[in-house]
Antibody, heavy 116, light 112 residues
Framework: EVQLVETGGGLVQPGNSLKLSCATSGFTFSTAWMNWIRQTPGKRLEWLAQIEDKSNNYFISYLESVKGRFTISRDDSKSSVYLQMNNLKEEDTAIYYC???????WGQGASVTVSS | DVVLTQTPPTLSATIGQSVSISCRSSQSLLDSDGDTYLNWLLQRPGQSPQLLIYSVSNLESGVPNRFSGSGSETDFTLKISGVEAEDLGVYYCMQATHAPYTFGAGTKLELK
């Protein structure tokens, strides 16, 4: 059974940082391209970042609006993907999901609230 | 960025009724590899999204065959042939042909 478990969410003040983790199991993580997607309080879904696999040199792409603030990374030995979020803004408040590129598996999400 | 416009925003249906949701793209979603990366997702109340259909018309494993997808280039449709209570929720189309991946605003399916 495919499982994805996002952790690391919470309440942070604007300008602070947070690192999300996504632990996976049930599929061949090392060859999967992994994504972070968020869902705003208004229920809008927004793709944030993708990291490809080793055979593609772990190529990374970002949504332009988070480039320079968010960093995606992965650890194939732990079947995990991460999202480092810096200089957080109130508009980053959302539920954050990790998912493989086929979008065929989703975790429960990690809730991030940015507020003073 | 590719804009996906879903209509209607809300759909009221009775159990057993057949319904359709439209998703129109601001540009062709036909990729240079010949595939069209248009997917449909369902988010039931209180749950995470789940994949229903990928590449326009391919049913994800375990998804009932009352769901079907069709379309090409810029116009796509999700059809539910005989709505069941478990189908209620918000349906999203999304494209993975052009970076960045983008999603429609969603169509909420509710009981009439």
């Amino acid at each position: 059974e495919v499982q994805l478990v996002e952790t690391g969410g919470g309440l942070v003040q604007p300008g602070n940082s947070l690192k999300l983790s996504c632990a996976t199991s049930g599929f061949t993580f090392s060859t999967a391209w992994m994504n972070w997607i968020r869902q705003t309080p208004g229920k809008r879904l927004e793709w944030l970042a993708q990291i490809e696999d080793k055979s593609n040199n772990y190529f990374i792409s970002y949504l332009e609006s988070v480039k320079g603030r968010f960093t995606i990374s992965r650890d194939d030995s732990k079947s995990s993907v991460y999202l480092q979020m810096n200089n957080l803004k109130e508009e980053d408040t959302a539920i954050y999901y990790c998912t493989p590129t086929g979008m065929d598996a989703w975790g429960q999400g990690a809730s991030v609230t940015v507020s003073s | 960025d590719v804009v996906l416009t879903q209509t209607p925003p809300t759909l009221s249906a009775t159990i057993g009724q057949s319904v359709s949701i439209s998703c129109r793209s601001s540009q062709s979603l036909l990729d240079s590899d010949g595939d069209t990366y248009l997917n449909w997702l369902l988010q039931r109340p209180g749950q995470s999204p789940q994949l229903l259909i990928y590449s326009v018309s391919n049913l994800e494993s375990g998804v009932p065959n009352r769901f079907s997808g069709s379309g090409s280039e810029t116009d796509f449709t999700l059809k539910i042939s005989g709505v069941e209570a478990e189908d209620l929720g918000v349906y999203y189309c999304m494209q993975a042909t052009h970076a960045p991946y983008t999603f429609g605003a969603g169509t909420k399916l509710e009981l009439k």
